[in-house]
């Protein structure tokens, strides 16, 4: 470990952690903007949600370097190739999440919301959206967290990333950069972790103490219906 | 071009399917690179998971290697244990099997300890013995998911075979990195197009399996995990 590269290059690791940071925060969150309308309609309708599944599951096994490979001939070697490729493994992890965050909202929770006035879409938004908030930010999770580490797959195909520490690593057999490269990806991951286990507390702050105790349980299992890809 | 019809033309190239380094050569590798891992890496998961989720004891050590499972960069650690060791047998094998531990590890356990804990008492009440209880009810019941752990498993050790051509690794990832060495976008395609098959190869085999493995009574009930 030489210590003294760190300051030296400190500009360049910045740079790369930002530019990792961006390919792998913005990719889930595209991915829950597509995973909240289609988790809506999966949830009404339920015939639409087992052949969404099968078509989460083909996608789930493609290697994140064949997707992003399978891209480069219409995106060529961007941001958006990496962006895209991200984006597709998140939602395969968020939108299962979405339908069963949504299907979880007890039955008499909606029928006292309708009983009160509420039209479906007020229901919707006001109702069972904020209920199934926590069950959607642990799909949200898993994704930013598992695409800030296959960011750095990008980097094979040229895309920037903190992917360059490893294989410039390599190239110079110079282990010093590769341990900062992993430091780097896992901090990052951790600190975007912790940032959304912030959002969902302000956003659901009655899912403190003992309710949210029980809610891990159902999260955590739904967790491991759509695991996410390292690779 | 599109991909396809890029991969198409590689493919379909009769010189990639003779002599050294050809296609047929490199996809029984491929099958070995993942296999082999995911061969130990399931001998060592089943059985742990197995006692993890029949005592309870250690839950929060796999919730929490899962959970940490994610973050790690496996390219990184791949190329941290070539830079040291070169590139040798354990250089690939000790991460593909270390990493394909956690998916398979923790399904296990989530359905070895989701168990109904009145089923459990009905096979204690039968007078079975704890070997007999484990075996014969809790991981027939628990199979379903010890099927997904085993197909994330395997998905995710043919995907980082693919990725281990970068230190040297053979198999498909081989025409991926050299193509890309070499700007070549035929073979890259053609490599790429050949790793989805097998992913969804490996996909179809585990839906077959789980019509194989999973007790009849469970069908119904597990369709929504698959």
């Known amino acids: 470990m030489m210590w003294s590269w760190i300051p030296a290059n400190w500009s360049q690791i910045w740079e790369l952690t930002r530019q990792n940071a961006f390919l792998g925060i913005v990719s889930p969150l595209i991915g829950l903007v597509i995973s909240l309308p289609l988790g809506v309609v999966a949830a009404r309708w339920r015939w639409f949600y087992p052949p969404t599944l099968v078509f989460i599951n083909v996608i789930y096994a493609i290697p994140s370097l064949a997707l992003f490979i399978a891209l480069i001939p219409a995106f060529g070697l961007t941001d958006t190739t990496v962006v895209i490729g991200l984006t597709v493994f998140s939602l395969c992890v968020i939108l299962p999440n979405v339908v069963e965050g949504l299907r979880g909202v007890p039955g008499p929770v909606k029928q006292a919301a309708t009983a009160m006035g509420y039209g479906p879409l007020r229901r919707l938004v006001t109702v069972e959206l904020p209920l199934a908030t926590p069950v959607i930010i642990a799909g949200l999770r898993v994704g930013v967290v598992s695409s800030v580490s296959l960011a750095s797959v990008g980097q094979i195909i040229g895309v920037s990333s903190l992917g360059y520490l490893f294989i410039d690593g390599e190239q110079r057999d110079f282990p010093t950069e590769i341990y900062v490269g992993l430091f780097c990806v896992i901090v990052l991951a951790v600190v975007c972790d912790l940032i959304l286990v912030g959002v969902r507390r302000v956003l659901t702050p009655w899912a403190s103490g003992r309710n949210r105790a029980a809610g891990e349980r159902p999260r955590w299992v739904l967790t491991q219906r759509a695991p996410a890809r390292v690779t | ?226």
């Open chain 2, 1 to 226: 071009m599109s991909f396809f019809s890029y991969a198409w033309d590689w493919i379909t190239t009769d010189a990639n399917w003779h002599g050294s380094g050809s296609i047929p050569q490199q996809l029984v590798a491929h099958l070995g690179y993942s296999g082999l891992p995911l061969l130990i890496a399931a001998l060592i998961a089943i059985p742990l998971g197995v006692l993890i989720g029949h005592t309870g004891r250690g839950a929060v050590f796999v919730v929490n290697l899962a959970n940490a499972w994610r973050a790690i960069p496996t390219l990184g650690l791949l190329i941290l244990l070539a830079v040291y060791l070169g590139f040798t047998l354990f250089t690939w094998l000790i991460p593909l099997v270390v990493l394909a531990i956690p998916p398979i590890l923790v399904n296990v356990y989530e359905g070895v300890a989701g168990v109904d804990p009145g089923v459990k008492d009905a096979a204690k009440g039968m007078g079975m013995t704890p070997w007999q209880q484990v075996i014969r009810v809790e991981v027939p019941i628990a199979m379903p998911l010890i099927l997904v752990g085993l197909r994330t498993g395997a998905i995710f050790v043919v995907a980082t075979a693919t990725i281990a051509a970068y230190i040297g690794l053979g198999g498909l990832g081989r025409f991926i990195i050299d193509g890309l060495a070499n700007t070549q976008y035929g073979p890259v395609a053609g490599g790429a197009l050949l790793v989805v098959i097998l992913a969804l190869l490996v996909l179809g085999l585990f839906s077959l399996l789980s019509r194989l493995l999973v007790p009849a009574g469970l069908r119904g009930a597990g369709r929504d995990n698959q």
